[in-house]
C-alpha cells in the first residue's frame, strides 16, 4: 500500500515529501523502492528519499522472530523488528541484544546500516560484529543471503553502509547471555576534560559499559563538570527480583517553542544533572542505564521548529588533545551543545564504511540556525585534519569534499556499491548529498 | 486458554496473538498463506508460546475452509475454548462504489462468510460447553456515514448478528465479545488519512483481550471511541448528512 507522506529525520528538519510502502511483507514493500526506512531515528537524511515523491519501502510492520535459539544464543527476524520488542523478548530469558545503541526504538535494519556501536564498543565492537547474516535485495531486485563467507565484500559494504547496497530483509544475530535483566550502575563525577577521559579510559579497562557525559555549556571545556558512567549486568545475588517494569514514558505531542532549550533552562538543568549523579552505585533497569532518553517519546521536539542535529565524530586515540580541539570549535563559533557525549572506542567496526575506530566519539547536540552550517565545516576541519570521521547517522550538513577528505575508504565502498546496483536504484537525500547519486 | 486465531499473521491478530503467547497461552492460527502462518507461528513461539504452534489455512473466502480448519485445531489443541476473528477486508467508498466485484468480495467476507464461520464456531462451543468467541467489527457499523456507507453496511450487520447471539446463547455459555473499532494504524489502514484518535495495534490488542478475559459483550477499541458513538448515535440524520465525517 502507497502512501503520500511528509519525511524527516529524528532531528525533524528537513521535510521531504515521499511516497511511502509498508507492508508487513518486506520483499513486496521493496521491490522498486529507492530506499528503506524504519523507525526514522537516523538524525539527518539517512533514511529520507532521493527525492521528493521517491518510493520507500517502510520495515516497521516487517517484524517477527523468524528463529531464536536460547541454547546456542542465536536469532534471526525480520529487519523492522525493534530493538524494543526485541530486548523485552530477550531479557525475560536471560539473554541480551550483544550491542545496543542510545535508543531502544530503532529496527535491526537500521541497526546494522549504521553499523551502531554502544557503551560496551571498547569490549564487544560495534552491532556488526555480531550479526551473522543477512537477506537482501540488492539494486537489480534479487534476493541474496550473505554473510562473512557467501559474498562477503557485500556483506561487510552492508554494515554500516546506510542501507544503499540493497535492502535489508533479514537479520541473523549473535546474542549474549547475562546473570540477570538489571544493570550495576556506577557514577563518577569528574572536573575538566582531561579527568573525564582519564577516568573514562581506566573504567573502560575494567566495566563493559562506560560512558562519559560534559556539560557543554561550560565556557572552558578544561573546566567543565562532567560525569563516567560505568556499568555491568548485575550478578543474580546484586539484583533485584523479577524483570524489570516496563517504563511508562511521557509524549509531549507538540514543538516545544524554539527559545526553550536555550543557554538557561539547558544551564539550570546540567546543574541539576551534575548534582543529582552522585548516585550511589546499585542496580537499575536496563533501559534507564542504555535509554535514559526514551523516557519522553518525542524529546526531538523540544528543540522546536528549527529542529536540531547531532555533530558525532570520532578520534584516533593517538591524538589525545583533538577532543579538546572539537569542544573549543563549538565554543570559538559561540555555540553552546545542549547534550555532550563522549565514549572510548578500542577497536574499528567490521563494515567496509563502519563509523567506529580505536579513538574518542563525541557526540553533541545543536539546534538548527543559520550558523549551523558554519559551524559543522569548522568541526569537519578540524575531524578531518586530526585524521577522524563522523557519523553518517546523525549527519546532516557535512559537505562531500570533507567527507572524503574523512575517509580513505570510500572509493573501495563505492566500488562494491556500483557492482551490485550498476544502475544506481538505490539512493537516499544522503548518498545524493555525499555520494553525488542522481537524486 | 487455547485459544484459535484468524488473522493473526498481521496487524490487531498479531499483536493480540503476541500477547497471548506472552502469558502462556495456547493458540493455533488460521489464515491464507502457510508461509506466511508457519513464519508467525514461530514468532509467537519466540514470544513465549508453547511450542509447537499449530497452523492451516482457511479463508474468508473459501467457506468450505471453515469447518477442516476448525477440525484440525481442535485435534492439535485438544479441543478450543476461544476463538478470535480479526481477518476483514477494507476498501475505500470510492473504490466500491466503483468496482462492483471487489464490492461483493468484502461484502462476502466481512459479512456472509464471517457470520458463517461464527456459525460453525458457536456450534464447536457450544457443544463442549461453552466459551468465547471474539470477532472484530468496526465503528462504522455503529451509524451510516458517508466516507464508509458500504464498508459500515457490512460490519453493521455483523454488529447486529454478534448482539443476537449474545442474547440468545450467553446463558448456554458461549460469551461474544463484539469489538468496535476505531481508526488503528495497521498495514490495513495504510496510505489511508490518519484521522483524530488514531490508535496503536499494540494498545488496542491490549484491550480486546481485557475485554475476552471478562467476557464484556461489547468493546470499544480506541476507548474514546466510546464517547464518540455516543455523540453519533445521537444525531439527527439531517446533521449527519451534512458532515463528511
Known sequence: MLSEELLTGWGRTPIVPGVVRISRDLEAATDGASASRGLGRAYGDAALPRRAGAIVACTRLADRVLHLDPEAGKLRAEAGLSLARLDALLLARGLACPVVPGTEQVTLGGMVAADVHGKNQHEAGCFGDHVRGLRVRVGDGRILEIDRDNERELFLATLGGMGLTGHILEVELGLTRIPSPWIWQETVPVHGLDALLAHLHEASRTWPFTVAWLDGLARDPAGARGIVFRGRWAEHREAPPGLPRARRSIRIGRDAPDWLLGRTLVGAFNRVYAATAGRRPGPVSPSRFFFPLDSITDWNRLYGRRGFTQYQCVVPADRPTAALRVLETVGRHGEASFLSVLKDFGRPGPGLLSFAMPGTTLALDLPLGSRSQALVDALNDVVAAEGGRIYLAKDLLTRPEHFRAMEPRLDAWLAVRRKWDPEGRIATALSVRLFGDAP | ?245
Not at chain 2, 28 to 39: C, E, N, V
Not at chain 2, 110 to 137: P, Q, Y
Request: hydrophobic share 45%; charged share 25%; glycine share 10%.
Open chain 2, 1 to 245: 486458554m487455547k485459544a484459535v486465531v484468524l488473522g493473526a499473521t498481521g496487524g490487531i491478530g498479531r499483536a493480540i496473538s503476541r500477547r497471548m503467547a506472552a502469558r502462556g497461552d495456547r493458540l493455533f492460527l488460521l489464515g491464507r498463506d502457510p508461509y506466511d502462518l508457519a513464519a508467525s507461528a514461530k514468532d509467537l513461539e519466540a514470544h513465549g508460546a508453547i511450542p509447537p504452534v499449530g497452523s492451516t489455512t482457511c479463508d474468508l473466502l473459501q467457506p468450505e475452509t471453515f469447518a477442516p480448519a476448525l477440525d484440525r485445531a481442535a485435534a492439535e489443541l485438544g479441543g478450543f475454548d476461544t476463538v478470535i476473528v480479526t481477518a476483514a477486508q477494507f476498501a475505500t467508498q470510492d473504490r466500491l462504489e466503483t468496482e462492483p466485484d471487489t464490492l461483493c468480495r468484502l461484502l462476502l467476507a466481512n459479512f456472509t462468510h464471517t457470520i458463517g464461520l461464527c456459525e460453525e464456531v458457536r456450534r464447536r462451543l457450544l457443544a463442549r460447553g461453552g466459551g468465547t468467541l471474539c470477532v472484530v467489527s468496526s465503528v462504522a457499523g455503529e451509524r451510516a456515514r458517508k466516507p464508509v456507507v458500504l464498508y459500515g453496511a457490512a460490519k453493521a450487520g455483523l454488529l447486529y448478528y454478534l448482539e443476537g447471539l449474545d442474547h440468545r446463547f450467553r446463558s448456554a455459555g458461549l460469551r461474544t465479545v463484539s469489538v468496535k473499532l476505531g481508526f488503528v494504524r495497521t498495514a490495513m489502514t495504510a496510505g489511508l488519512r490518519v484521522p483524530p484518535f488514531a490508535g496503536e495495534p499494540d494498545a488496542v490488542a491490549a484491550r480486546i483481550l481485557r475485554a475476552i478475559d471478562r467476557g464484556r459483550p461489547v468493546v470499544y477499541a480506541p476507548p474514546i471511541w466510546r464517547w464518540i458513538a455516543v455523540v453519533l448515535r445521537s444525531l439527527p440524520r439531517a446533521v449527519l448528512r451534512r458532515l463528511e465525517f
